[in-house]
């Protein structure tokens, strides 16, 4: 089983500044095809987890481009450049490489300071 | 545009039953990978279920295997999960979303499960 460890477990941050969470994986999460199944997700308090990256760097329709997603092999990060007062929440990362069991990361709660 | 709308949720005593419905829209719900994903309060998410395009296609984390049963009813664009002896510890909110290319790209709006005597 794949273990997903993201840190920190709390990022509090000033608005207009930047914030940093990393998503460590037991394993490679590089398939047999040259793709790395490793996908962001965004949780606001009360709603639904809304996915903003996907397949490492990819953003999806209408996320904003201070969201960015980075890494390789097992280390992956989520960076929010100029953190806004509609970014806290907390943050999930996602593995969709190994199958059948496709894990999740225990979470970063992002806060204004 | 796609949307997922989950029912069933309530309060049931430990070992009962209960029937969660997901209804989809909006996209060709025939192609594509359904799951069901848990939060228990205060807590995070748990995949706890999927099913393929073919039916023979599922999977059941260790959690609820023997105990929850998925189900499509491509006719009615909707995806089920059959919950029966259930926990306390299945106290969760329940979302379904759809499984695209090894990602989660859409989510209901969740059901609110709770087990307790």
């Known amino acids: 089983d794949v273990v997903m460890t993201q840190s920190p477990l709390s990022l509090p941050v000033t608005l207009g500044q930047s914030a940093s969470i990393s998503c460590r994986s037991s394993?490679?999460?590089?398939?047999?095809?040259?793709?790395?199944?490793v996908s962001w997700f965004h949780q606001r308090p009360g709603q639904s987890p809304r996915r903003l990256i996907y397949?490492?760097?990819n953003r999806d329709s209408g996320v904003p481009d201070r969201f960015s997603g980075s890494g390789s092999g097992t280390d992956f990060t989520l960076k929010i450049s100029r953190v806004e007062a509609e970014d806290v929440g907390v943050y999930y990362c996602?593995?969709?490489?190994?199958?059948?069991?496709?894990?999740f990361g225990g979470g970063t709660r992002v806060e204004i300071k | 545009q796609v949307q997922l709308v989950e029912s069933g949720g309530g309060l049931v005593k430990p070992e009962g039953s209960l029937r969660l419905s997901c209804a989809a829209s909006?996209?060709?719900?025939?192609?594509?990978?359904m799951s069901w994903i848990r939060q228990a309060p205060g807590k995070g998410l748990e995949l706890i279920s999927y099913?393929?395009?073919?039916?023979?296609?599922?999977y059941y984390a260790d959690s609820v295997k023997g105990r929850f049963t998925i189900s499509t009813d491509n006719a009615k664009n909707s995806v089920y999960l059959q919950m029966d002896s259930l926990r306390v510890e299945d106290t969760a909110v329940y979302y379904c979303?759809?499984?695209?290319?090894?990602?989660?790209?859409?989510w209901g709006q969740g059901t609110l499960v709770t087990v307790s005597s």
């Open positions: 394993q490679s999460l590089v398939n047999s095809y040259g793709n790395t199944h």
């Open positions: 979303a759809r499984l695209t290319f090894s990602s989660l790209d859409y």
């Open positions: 397949k490492v760097s």
């Open positions: 909006g996209f060709s719900f025939s192609d594509h990978f």
């Open positions: 099913i393929g395009i073919s039916p023979n296609t599922k």
């Open positions: 996602f593995q969709g490489t190994h199958w059948p069991q496709l894990t």
